[in-house]
């Protein structure tokens, strides 16, 4: 836990918080894989469309198809409330979705194998596709020595159980302080080892601004950054639900970063082709990405907002 000093209510209510963690952990193990995979999807099916978050969501979709109808969107909907239901109840059972399982098909394979060779550390970037977290198991599962970057939860108690729960099959996690130039990721790099990182968020604070569906939008400079001090490359991946609790991990060909002297440009390049290489993830399967975030800037809400009260 952090040194900061937290309230006796705090704690109690972290703990708390962690021990249903625990119940919904143990509750959802004790069924088969595909069982829990579609009882999470189906809960999200119904419950999600009741929350604001569905608003959000629908706003989105609105922003990046503008041309889409009502009914294409909801299907839509529909589809990533089943995907983030089913990435929910897998989350306690990732340690039975490792490619060794059968259950994960990794297309590039050889690509890994490759880097895993080599020695030489790249910067992986992905975006929050389908159950995300089947990736830096691929990663690891592949040889490769890599650390996966990762959101801190805000309980303490929590966040050691998924550390805890990630290190039991190899998956090493850390979460960077001080923004995208954290101190552990140089280190991480500098001592031969890779890192991953999702590059698809809100990313205000000393982001660079990048095309997203014909709306330029705040990304986070740090895996360009990093590529390019330590002359390697950037390694794009995504993960692909095929069928209930199965999934296709696709290696695309390394981004080969741009190397002119005006390190400020080179890093906005990069940082263009990442989000292109989102974009284009989004569009070939709309219904597995994370719609249930604000990508864009306010001013693209706002309009949205305008132009639907004139409708």
């Known amino acids: 836990m952090s040194d900061k000093r937290v309230s006796f209510g705090q704690d109690l209510a972290w703990r708390l918080e962690a021990l249903g963690f625990d119940v919904f ?15 999470g999807g189906a809960m999200a099916r119904l419950i999600g469309p009741l929350t604001k978050t569905h608003r959000l969501a629908d706003q989105n979709l609105r922003l990046a198809f503008p041309e889409k109808d009502a009914a294409w969107r909801n299907r839509i909907l529909a589809e990533q409330w089943d995907c983030n239901g089913r990435t929910i109840a897998e989350f306690p059972m990732m340690d039975r979705l490792l490619p060794s399982t059968g259950r994960v098909e990794v297309v590039g394979g050889d690509r890994l194998a490759e880097i895993a060779a080599g020695g030489k550390p790249v910067v992986f970037v992905s975006g929050h596709f389908s159950n995300w977290e089947v990736m830096p198991a691929a990663i690891v599962n592949s040889g490769i020595n890599c650390e996966i970057t990762y959101r801190a939860a805000n309980n303490p108690y929590v966040d050691r159980r998924i550390r805890d729960s990630r290190f039991r099959y190899g998956v090493r996690l850390f979460a960077p302080k001080g923004g995208d130039g954290a101190r552990e990721m140089l280190e991480a790099l500098g001592k031969g080892v890779s890192v991953a ?14 095309p997203f569906f014909g709306r330029p939008v705040m990304t986070a400079p740090g895996p360009t950054r990093l590529a390019l001090r330590f002359d390697t490359v950037l390694q794009p991946m995504c993960v692909q639900r095929t069928k209930g609790a199965r999934f296709r991990v696709v290696v695309y060909d390394p981004i080969v970063l741009e190397r002119t002297g005006d390190r400020t440009a080179d890093i906005e390049a990069g940082v263009r082709r990442i989000t292109a290489f989102v974009e284009d993830r989004v569009r070939e399967r709309p219904g597995e990405w994370f719609w249930v975030h604000r990508r864009w800037p306010n001013e693209a809400y706002a309009e949205l907002a305008a132009s639907e009260a004139q409708a």
């Open 25 to 39: 952990t143990v509750l959802f193990r004790l069924l088969p894989v595909d069982a829990a995979s579609w009882l």
């Open 197 to 210: 990182l999702m590059n698809d968020q809100k990313f205000n604070r000393g982001g660079v601004a990048a």
